[in-house]
Structures are given as C-alpha cells and as structure tokens.
C-alpha cells in the first residue's frame, strides 16, 4: 500500500507514446532539454520486397559554388528554460519510494521483465541518498527506470514536464535552420522544410544532401564529436552555417544558411495536399499529442473537398510517433460512428477505447480510405491505422508498423515531476495483440519512401491503386443493385 497520495495526471490521460531510431528530427538547436525517446527493441516481421527500385544516391561531384541570397531574420521569441529546484533529503526520497513502488504494484508485468526489483531498490536507494545534485538524482531515477527494459515507460523531470505541456499547446520554439532531416551513411538528408524558413529561403529543398557543415565532411566523427555535425548546424540565431549540398540531380553547390528562430507552428502536425492526376487527398498526421488534433484534420479534409472533386483519402501516419489516447479517440471519430476498437488492460485497471458517435464527417460517409504505415508508425498510430483496418474503413498499404502499444498512465509527483508508467496492453475486438507484431499492411510496399518526391512515392502510388480498386469495385455493385 502507498503511504501518500498521487494525483493521476488524468483518469483517461493515457499516452501511447515510443520513440523510434530514425525518425525525421528537427535540424536546430532546441530552446529547452527535449527528453530523447529510446529507440522500440522489438524486432519487425520480415517482408519480401516490390520490385519497385530505389533511386541510385548521387555520386559526390566537385562542387560548383552558387551565392544564395541571405535570409531575412525573423524575430520570435524563445521560452525561458525552466531551472530544478532543490529537494529536501526527505523530498527525494519521497520521489524515490513514489517511483519504486508505483512500478512493484501497477507495472503490465508482474515478473518486471525478469528483474528483480527488490534488489534495484536495495541498489539505488543508498545511491540517491548521495546524490550531489538534483539533475545527478533525477538521472539516477531515469536510469532505475531503465532497468526495466521498457521502451515505454519513462520519467520527465519538472523541467521536462514543464517543455511537454508548452509542445502540446504549440509554445516550444528553437533556433536553428528550418529542416526536418534524416542521418544516412551517404550524408545527412532534408526530408521537410519549414515554409518560409531559413533553410527554404537560402534555396534548400526536400532530398538535398548535406556532405559537409562549415567544410567539414559529414563522415569525420573524429571533429565534430559526439555531438556529430547536427550540433555544429545548431547555433545562435543571425549567425551562419554553411552547408554543402548534393541535390536531387546530382549537382553540388555551398549554401550560407542563417540561423533563426523557428516558430512552434513552422512544421504542420497536419498537412493536406492532393495527388497530382487524381481526385484523390493525402492528409498527413504527423502526431497525436497535439491538442484539437481532430479539429485540424478537418480542416484538412474540407481544404481539399472544396478545392475539387474528391475520390479517395489517403492518411498518411508513417512517421506518427503515436500520442494522447482522447486525441486518437476524437479523431477516429470523424471516420468511425461509434463502436470500438479495442481495449487496454492491465493489473489494476481496463476499459474499452469507445469511439464518439454522432461526430463523422458526412463528405466521408462513401469515401474509400487508405492508411499509409511504416516501421515508424507507433502506439496511438499503430491502433489508428488497426482500429481502421479491423472495422473495415480503410485498407491500409506500406510496411508493418512497430508492434509497441503498451499503454502509459501519467502520475504527477510533489516535485513536479512526472512518472508515465507501463500500466496496460492494447488488444483488438478480437482479442489479438499488436505488440511485437505491428498492424500487417493489407499492401506491403517495401522501399525508402523518404527518398521520393511526393509524386514520385511508391506507397502513395500503391495506396491510389488501392482506392482507385475499391472506386471500381463500388461502381460495379452499383450497377448490379440497378
């Protein structure tokens, strides 16, 4: 029994949450510590591959310097970084008892893993009773925690709590260029640029390769540390960076970036567009932790339905981390009248995840629907994309997402911190599981997608066959009927 009392961060404020190694990251420097989510250890189904073939990565060619023009800097404010306040001996140990025990009673797994939890007390307790500083005690609880394994469950101190609650409401900016970028082998890639951003106004597009920051090659781990060259891109704002750059032709040009601060709305969490040819619309879900989520997914879906006829939707969650379980539930509502899709259970608690009813939008009522997934969908993802699947409404094309949808339930603690704990698992209807295993594409479309232009993707090209299929399928029942 706990001897004082938690305040739930809600009754139903679950998060489904996970981190995955190679996800697109904003290339800047953030204006608070962002805590760095751990990649899923679960291992993915292996899938054969389409015999779609990938684009040949440019060769290095000498290069051939370009002046840009210098960006104008716009002023936006940073938020101040919030600082830890001291703790008490007994107010640490307080947070210590308050975690321990928390995990012994509620963890999803009564055997925790097969660790032994009694001896991680006996271990960390007298270490935290030593602790010289607030930020060494909060990591040793940090790393308590990771003794269980989890990708899921994690600690955020009060400074952390107090940066989520600023992303969640769009208050966190950064200063740096502008560009959502992946690390490969050959370079560092732009995948996304903030509209009007620095890196867009000095000429920088989607799939531009970044072979070396300042004159320094990307590859040389040895100077840039372990930072690596992003922490070299990152810097103070009206300062500039200088990047080399091979485009998607294969041309090599030295771009001068200016560095600025970076609004928290600069990248869209959603985004609609159309495919070029077709009556058919992609909205793109980046998140579900963002507040009134199902409110700028119509938006969306209405910007595209009055700008033409429309066929077929393609939702594109390939990159959704996965988020707020009300946030998933309201959003699902604009595509499902009501039902469920699943349910969450744990050793202390279940319930079912119920859809509003009453809340669809009527545009939809006969529209076909694809998901697009890839091993980067995850949690509320992953049961947005299965939700859809199993009850029928869409069809979904891509690569098996990343089978992680424990559930966490958030406490809130005396020194403002916050513990999210692995309390529950999802199911489906039919009682099956998609954790270790993923939502199974009814389409595989196994390719680097990231790598194509938007018109180029193979998956969106798989996923308008697939709507195209369904338009085709519903035009003949209709002549049958008649």
Not at 170 to 175: E, F, I, P, Q
Not at 264 to 286: K, Q, S, Y
Request: aromatic content about 6%; proline content about 9%.
């Amino acid at each position: 029994m706990m001897t004082r009392c938690l305040r739930f961060v809600s009754a139903l404020l679950v998060v489904v949450l996970a981190g995955c190694g190679n996800l697109p990251v904003p290339l800047g420097s953030m204006s608070t510590t962002t805590p760095t989510p751990l990649p899923t250890a679960t291992s993915q189904p292996t899938v054969a591959p389409t015999d779609t073939p990938r684009p040949t990565p440019p060769a290095t060619a000498t290069p051939t310097l370009a002046p840009t023009a210098t960006p104008t800097v716009t002023p936006y404010p940073l938020l101040p970084t919030p600082t830890l306040a001291p703790l008490s001996a007994n107010e640490r140990q307080a947070v210590f008892e308050d975690v321990w025990t928390l995990v012994r009673d509620r963890y999803v797994y009564e055997d925790y893993g097969g660790v032994d939890w009694d001896a991680v007390r006996a271990e960390f307790e007298p270490r935290i009773a030593r602790a010289a500083s607030e930020a060494e005690f909060y990591a040793l609880i940090e790393e308590m925690i990771g003794r269980l394994g989890d990708d899921h469950t994690r600690f955020d101190t009060p400074q952390e709590v107090a940066e989520e609650a600023a992303r969640f409401d769009g208050g966190v900016a950064y200063a740096g260029i502008g560009a959502m970028i992946r690390d490969l082998e050959e370079g560092i890639l732009i995948t996304r640029l903030a509209p009007g951003g620095p890196a867009e106004q000095a000429g920088l597009q989607p799939r531009d390769l970044i072979i070396a920051v300042n004159g320094v090659p990307v590859s040389d781990t040895i100077t840039f540390g372990p930072g690596g060259p992003v922490s070299v891109v990152r810097g103070q704002p009206g300062t500039p960076v200088q990047l080399r750059i091979i485009d998607a032709a294969g041309a090599t040009r030295d771009v001068t970036v200016i560095r600025q601060i970076i609004p928290p709305d600069a990248f869209p969490i959603v985004e609609a567009r159309r495919v070029p040819g077709t009556d058919i619309g992609v909205v793109l879900i980046d998140t579900f932790n963002v507040s009134a989520l199902d409110e700028r997914v119509t938006d969306a879906i209405m910007s595209l339905y009055q700008s033409g006829p429309l066929d077929g939707l393609i939702l594109d969650v390939r990159t959704n981390g996965g988020g707020r379980l009300d946030m998933l539930r309201r959003t699902l509502g604009l595509f499902l009248d009501g039902g469920t899709i699943g349910s969450s259970s744990g050793r202390e608690r279940s319930f079912s995840i119920d859809v509003p009813s009453g809340k669809t939008l009527p545009l939809l009522e006969q529209m076909p629907i694809v998901v697009l997934t890839s091993d980067e969908t995850a949690s509320a993802a992953e049961m947005f994309a299965a939700g859809l699947q199993f009850r029928g409404r869409a069809r979904v094309v891509g690569t098996p997402s990343a089978g992680n949808t424990e559930n966490l339930i958030g406490y809130d603690l005396d020194d403002g911190s916050r513990f999210w704990l692995a309390e529950l698992v999802f199911r489906l209807p039919d009682g099956s599981l998609l954790e270790g295993r993923g939502v199974q594409p009814d389409r595989i479309v196994e390719i680097d997608w990231w790598r194509y232009a938007f018109e180029d993707d193979p998956q969106i090209h798989a996923a308008v066959e697939e709507l195209q299929l369904v338009g085709r399928s519903n035009d003949v029942a209709e002549v049958v009927e008649r």
